[in-house]
């Protein structure tokens, strides 16, 4: 079966760096994605780690632990605009399940 | 990365009627998914369908209730039947697409909301 779990809210100020768990249990297991949604959008894709390490991309990186079946996604340099719902996504190559979300409201 | 129109973008619809979503993509993709997001919450795949065979479902969906057709390699319905309240939600379509060398990206449709009164 599959287990997720990632914090609900997440609050913090501009300019600010805050990190973003993410646990998991899936079957066949290939690599954890994360995503972003904005209220009344479509969830767009962040980024991807299928080898343990840090993954950089621009103000946002995501790290995975395979035998820890942990991830985060981190984000430096907060922005208004970050202000958004940020889903990690456990895959199995082709198939992939989104946990609860953790909705992250940056202030000014 | 692909680019999906998905419609209608929004309905109300009676209890006990069924509505259609469509999704065309504008390049041909072998794996396309079905999603549902209520309001807040996350997304839960509903199914994924492939090109000439049969939808796979995921656990609590059947395709009596949500049927599916994915005729040729860039366009894809998902049916919603006999609708109750509880079906009230936003239904996404999402393609598989390669961003980046070992990447599987999910690029996703802008999503129906349906509400069932």
């Known amino acids: 079966g599959q287990s997720l779990e990632q914090p609900s809210e997440v609050t913090a100020v501009e300019g600010a760096i805050v990190q973003i768990n993410c646990t998991y249990q899936?079957?066949?297991?290939?690599?954890l994605s994360w995503y972003q949604q904005h209220d009344g959008g479509a969830p767009t894709f962040l980024s991807y780690n299928a080898l343990d390490g840090l993954e950089e991309t621009g103000r946002f990186s995501s790290f995975l632990s395979r035998s820890d079946s942990y991830g985060y996604l981190l984000l430096q340099e907060l922005q208004m605009k970050d202000s958004a719902s940020y889903f990690c996504?456990?895959?199995?190559?082709?198939?992939?399940?989104f946990g609860s979300g953790t909705k992250l409201n940056v202030k000014p | 990365s692909a680019v999906i129109s998905q419609k209608p973008s929004r309905d109300i619809c009676q209890r006990g009627t069924s509505l259609t979503i469509q999704c065309q993509v504008d390049s041909q993709v072998t794996m396309m998914f079905w999603y549902r997001q209520q309001p807040g919450q996350s997304l839960t795949l509903i199914a994924t369908a492939n090109q000439g065979s049969e939808a796979t479902y995921e656990s609590g969906f059947v395709i009596d209730k949500f049927p599916i057709s994915r005729p040729n390699l860039t366009f894809s319905t998902l049916t919603v039947s006999n609708m109750s309240p509880e079906d009230s939600s936003i239904y996404l379509c999402?393609?598989?697409?390669?961003?980046?060398?070992?990447?599987?990206?999910?690029?996703f449709g802008a999503g129906s909301r349906l509400t069932v009164l």
């Open positions: 999402s393609v598989l697409s390669g961003a980046r060398s070992g990447a599987n990206v999910l690029t």
């Open positions: 899936t079957s066949g297991f290939y690599g």
């Open positions: 996504a456990p895959g199995n190559f082709n198939k992939f399940y």
